[in-house]
């Protein structure tokens, strides 16, 4: 479970396509570990998008995620966090 105290629950309706966006340490892996996470909790075919820094030292993976309640949500947060190289997860 999670710690998290979020309001996902009171400002969205479920099911939901919802985004999650990953910013990490510039690795040829880090879409890989993401999709990898995704599936443990929702599995389907991913089709993230990477965006690179424009000094090269940055990775956002975006993948959008068909998302069942708020502890979903949570988890995924956590988890994707959890990632090693990782540094935010908006």
């Known amino acids: 479970m999670s710690d998290l105290d979020t309001r996902f629950d009171e400002l969205m309706e479920f099911p939901n396509s ?3 966006k990953v910013v990490g340490s510039a690795s040829d892996t880090l879409a ?3 999709v ?6 929702v599995p389907g075919d991913y089709a ?17 995620v068909m998302v069942q309640d708020k502890p979903q949500i949570e988890a ?13 997860v908006l």
């Open 18 to 20: 919802f985004p999650f």
């Open 32 to 34: 890989d570990r993401v």
């Open 36 to 41: 990898a996470v995704v599936q443990r909790h």
């Open 48 to 64: 993230p998008t990477t965006n690179i820094s424009s000094k090269g030292t940055y990775y956002s993976i975006t993948i959008r």
């Open 76 to 88: 995924l947060y956590s988890e994707l966090a959890a990632i090693e190289g990782v540094k935010r």
